[in-house]
C-alpha cells in the first residue's frame, strides 16, 4: 500500500538530535523532507544528561553551528546555565557546555521543524526499507503502509530491539517508557548489514523538593555566559546553578551488597557499554581504593523540580538504587522519581559506511548517531547533519560534503566512524583530534562557514558578518607585524604588568607571543588607530581574541600545519571505490581482509586502520599509482 | 615535481656490497646535488656538474677527508627515480660508507626507507608494473628481514629501552590528555614540575642514546678483534671463513700507518677491526720476532681475541704459553677471549681440558675453518662476548648503543621535540601545547618501534583513572 499523497526526496527515521538535524538540513537544501517518528511529543528528547556541549562535544555544536544547523541556537534559546570549560588553559580545549531545560529545548527544536518550509513530521514506526538494484526508493510503515522517496536518513537511537535493565528486572522499550523499534534491524539485516549489540545506562532522577541543597556546595555558570551560535548575540535565558555532593563509604557498601543482582555482574547484560562514562556500580568495583565519587545534581529544567544526579548511572534493583542514593550527603530523605537503568539497543558496524554516512552497499541509504554506535547528542546531530547534506548533494547529483580531520571534529568524527571498527559507544574527545590545536571551538566559523553558505544552510548577512570578520583578522595581523613602538613606551606598559623589560626594538607582533603578553595590555595605551579600531563591539571582540591566538599560537599552529601538509598528500590520494585489494598477493592476508571490508576512501584513511602497516600502504600505493 | 609521497631528499647505502668491492652511496631528491656540493671536494674545481658525467673528488667532513670517490649525477628525470640523483662510489668498507651516509644526512638528507628509491621510481613513472609488483614484494621480504634484524640482540635491547621510554611518553600523555579532556572530573591534577622532571629524564637517557651512536665503538672504528696462535693452527682460514661467511664484509685496507692487514666484517651488525697476525707471524726469523712484539702489542690494544687452536694435533708448549697469557689478560678484565678449536674435520689429538678455558664465561667453540663449519656457533660467540662477557660495548648499567643512522635520526627528532616540550612548560603553555610536542617524540620514537594511537593514550586513562562522572 503506496500512500500517494506525496513522493518526497528525503525520509528521517527518529526524531532525535541526529534525525533533527538531517531534516532540518534536507528541508533547508530544498528536499522535500519527511520526518518519522515514534511520538512526535519526544521529538527533540534529551534521554539522559540535562545538557548540550561539554568537552569536545562544544566543539562539535560550534562546528554544527557554523555549517548552519540548528543545535546551537536552540541551546543558545533553552540553556539554564553556561560555561566555558577549561577556560584555565589554551584556546583550543576550550569548550562551552549548557545546562538545558529539557522541556525548552525539546520545544524550541520542535518549533523549527514545524516551522520549516518542505518538512513534513509524522508519527509512525519504520519497519523496513525498500530498494530496488542497490538503491533505496522507500520506506515500510508498521502499518503496512509504505511511502515512496529517493534517500533515507535513519537514525533510530537506542530504539533498535532496546531492552532496559533495573536490577534483574527487564523490559522492552526505545527508552524509558517508550516502545521499542520491532522490525527494522531484521529488515536491515535481510539487506545484508552486520550488526551488534551496545550498551549505555543513565541515573536515578530526584524530586528536588526532597533534597537538601544546603549541604551541597554550589555550582554557578559564567557570569558572562557565551552563546553557542555565532548567530546568537546574547543570552537571555534565567540562569541557574548545580550542586555538587559526593557518594560516602556507606554507599560503596550498599552498591556493593547489591551486586549479586546486578544486571552488569550476573550476565544479563551482553552489550558493550562505554568505558569513559561507567556506571557508579563500575566505578567502585574497578576502583575500590577510592572511598568517594563526586556526584552533581544537574536541574532538569526551569519548570520541573527533577534534578539528574550525574555521576551516579546505575542498573542496580530498585531497592539498592533508593538506598545507595540516601547514603549521600543531601539526599538522606531523597524520593526518585525516574529510576536510574541500562539499555542495550542494536547498532550497525559504522565501518559498512562511507564518510558520507552513506552505507556502502545501499545508494542513498544513511545512518547517523546512535545506529552507528556513537554515543551523545553532539555526536549524533552532526552525524545526521553529514547525512542531511551528503543526502541532498547526492538528490542534486552534487559531489559529496567529506570533511577532513584536519578541518573539523566532525571529520574526525565521521573519519574515525569508517575505519575504526567500533565495539563500545563512541564519544569525541579532543586528544582524537590529531589537529586539536587548529580545530577550536572559535575559530569553527573560520573552518566551515562558507561551507555553510554553499549549501545554503547559513544566510548571507551572517555569512558576509563572517567575511568581514576574517577580512580584519587578516589586516590586523599584518598591521601588528609592521607596528614597532618605542622601546620606553614599550617596557612602561610591560613593567605595569609586571613582565620582563625589552632592550631592543621589537614588533607588537612579536613582543604578542611571549608568555603573559596579550593585546588588551596595549589597548588605551599605545595611541594608534590600530587599537582604536580594534576597541568595541562584539565582531572586534571576537577579532581581537582571534588576532591573538593566532599570532600567540603560530609556532605550534605551524607544527600541525605541517603535519596536516605531511598527511593532506595522502588524505587527496581517493581510493577507487571497486578497487580489489584480494588481487594484491604482497598485502597481508589481515590487511587484505580489513582493506576489502572497509574500503577505505583515501590512501590515509587506510593507513589508520588498525593492522594496516606502512609497508602495506607503500604496497598499496604502488598499485594504486598503476591505474 | 614529484608525484610521489615525499619530495625530500632520502640517501642510502646501495647494497649488496661484493667482497672488496666498491660501494655506492645513493641520493635523490630535490636537494640531492646541494648536499653533494657541501661535502664534496671536486679534483677539477669546476663545480659545474653535468647529467651522466663521473666526477674525481673527495668527500670531506669539514678539514677531514673521508675517502676519495667517484661522483655521478643523474639531474631528473633522466634518473632512475626521476628525480634529482647523486651516486657516490667510494672505496667501499662499511665503516667509510657509513660515515659518508651519515655526512649526508646530517647535510639534509634522510635515511631512505626499504625499497623506497624503487617506490619513488615506479611512483614517478619510470619502471613499469612487472617491476613494481616485483617491487612490491621486495618492500615487504625487505620489512619482514628488518622484522628479524630487531630481534637480534643488539636491537632487541633498543627496542626493550626505547618501549620503556615510549611508554613513560604515553603515561605523561595520558596524564596531560586526563586534564584536557576530563577536566570535569574531579581528578587530581598533574604538577608540572613532575611532568618536567620526568620529561628531562626520557630526554636524558635519549640524549645517552644519541652519544652512544656519536663515541660508540662500534660504528665508529668497529671492535678490535685479534686472531692469535701458533704458526699453522688455520688463523688464515679462520678469518677467511668469517670473511666468506659474512657476505657484508667490505673490504680489505692495506695499513697505511699500520702494521697489519685489517679486515672489515660484520657479524651480525656489529662492524670488527680484524688484525690479521697471521701473514707476519709465519714469515721468516727475524720478521717474525718483529711480528711478535707487534702482535703482543696488537693484542694488548685488542677489544676481542680470538685464540686458535689445533684439534689435530696435542697441545704444544707455545699454545699453552698464549693461552696463559690470554687468561691472563682476560683475569684483568678488559679483554673478552674466545678459544677456538679449529680443523674438528680431522682426527681429534687435542686435549683441550688442560688449558683453562673451559673456566671462562664463553666456552671454546669447535669449528672447521676448512668445511665452514661451526661458523655460526663462533659468530654466536663473538657477539655474546662482546655484549656479555667484558662488555666491551661500554655499557654502564643498561646503556644502549645505537648502531643504524635512522634510529640516530629519529632519536634526534624525539630530542628536538622533548626539549621544546621543557620550554613550553617553563613558559607555562597549557598541556595541549606540550602534548604536541610529546606526541611528536613518540612519533619519532614510533618510527623505531612502531606507531602510538590516540586510542593507546585514551586506553592508558581508563585502565589507569577513575572516569565518568
Known sequence: MILANKKYDVAVVGGGHAGCEAALASARMGMKTVLFTMDISTVAKMPCNPAIGGLAKGHLVREIDALGGEMGKAIDDTGIQFRMLNRSKGPAVWSPRAQADKLQYALRMLKALEGQNNLDIKQSMVVGINTKEKRVTGVKLFTGAEIDCRAVVLTTGTFLNGLIHIGLFQYAAGRDGEFPAIGLTEDLVSHGFATGRLKTGTPPRIDGSTVDLN????????????????????????????????????????????????????????????????????????????????????????????YYLNGFATSLSEDVQLKAVRSVAGLENAELTRLGYAIEYDYFYPSQLNTTMETKDIDLLYFAGQINGTSGYEEAAAQGMIAGINASLKIEGKDPFVLKRSEAYIGVLTDDLVTKEIREPYRMFTSLAEHRLSLRQDNADMRLMDYGREFGLIDKDTHAYFVEKRGLITQYIEELKRLRPEISELNRILNRAELAGLSEKESIYRL??????????????IDHPLFSGMGGGTLMASVRNQVEIDIKYEGYLNKQRQQIEKMRRM?????????????????????????????????????????????????????LKKR | MSTGDGEDTIAAISTPVGIGGISIIRMSGDASIDILKKVFKDESDKGEYKSWRPYYGSIRDGDVTLDHVLVTIFREPKSYTAEDMVEVSCHGGMYVSRRILELLIRHGARPADPGEFTKRAFLNGRIDLSQAEAVADLIEARTEAGLQASLQQLDGKLYENVAGLRNELISLCSMMELELDFSEENIQITDAEDISARIAAVLTTIVNMISSYDRGKIIKEGIKLVIVGRPNVGKSSLLNALLKEDRAIVT???????????????????????????????????????????????????????????????????????????????????????????????????????????EMNIPPVRISAKNMTGITDLEKAVTEAVFKDRGIVKSQTDEVVISRSRHLHALRRAQDALEDALLGIKDSMSSEFIVVDLRSAMESLGEIIGEVTSEDILNHIFDNFCIGK
Open chain 2, 252 to 358: 680489505s685496507i692495506p695499513g697505511t700507518t699500520r702494521d697489519f692487514l685489517e679486515e672489515q666484517l660484520d657479524i651480525s651488525g656489529i662492524l670488527f677491526r680484524a688484525v690479521d697476525t697471521a701473514g707476519i707471524a709465519e714469515s721468516g726469523d727475524i720478521v717474525e720476532i718483529e711480528g711478535i712484539s707487534r702482535t703482543r702489542r696488537h693484542t694488548e690494544t685488542a677489544d676481542l681475541i680470538l685464540h686458535v687452536l689445533d684439534a689435530s694435533q696435542p697441545l704444544t708448549k707455545d699454545d699453552h704459553e698464549i693461552a696463559e697469557r690470554m687468561i691472563e689478560r682476560w683475569k684483568k678484565r678488559d679483554t673478552s677471549i674466545v678459544c677456538v678449536i679449529n680443523k674438528i674435520d680431522l682426527d681429534e689429538k687435542i686435549d683441550i681440558d688442560s688449558i683453562a678455558y673451559g
Open chain 1, 512 to 525: 604578542l607571543k611571549r608568555p603573559g603578553v596579550t593585546i588588551d595590555l596595549f589597548m588605551d595605551r
Open chain 1, 571 to 623: 588524505e587527496d590520494y581517493l581510493i577507487p571505490e571497486e578497487f580489489n585489494y584480494e588481487a594484491i598477493s604482497s598485502l597481508s592476508a589481515e590487511s587484505s581482509e580489513k582493506l576489502q571490508r572497509i574500503r577505505p576512501r583515501s590512501v590515509a584513511q587506510a593507513s589508520r586502520i588498525a593492522g594496516v602497516s606502512p609497508s602495506d600502504i607503500a604496497v598499496l600505493l604502488v598499485h
Open chain 1, 215 to 306: 549541604v551541597m556546595e554550589i555550582q554557578n555558570g559564567d557570569e558572562d555566559p557565551r552563546p553557542f551560535s555565532y548567530q546568537t548575540e546574547k543570552i537571555r535565558q534565567e540562569q541557574v546553578p548545580c550542586y555538587l555532593t559526593k557518594t560516602t563509604e556507606e554507599t560503596h557498601r550498599i552498591i556493593r551488597s547489591g551486586l549479586d543482582r546486578s544486571p552488569l555482574y550476573t550476565g544479563k547484560i551482553i552489550g558493550v557499554g562505554p568505558r569513559y562514562c561507567p556506571s557508579v556500580e563500575v566505578k567502585i568495583v574497578r576502583f575500590p581504593d577510592k572511598t568517594s565519587h563526586q556526584l552533581y545534581l544537574e536541574p532538569e529544567g526551569l519548570y520541573t523540580n527533577e
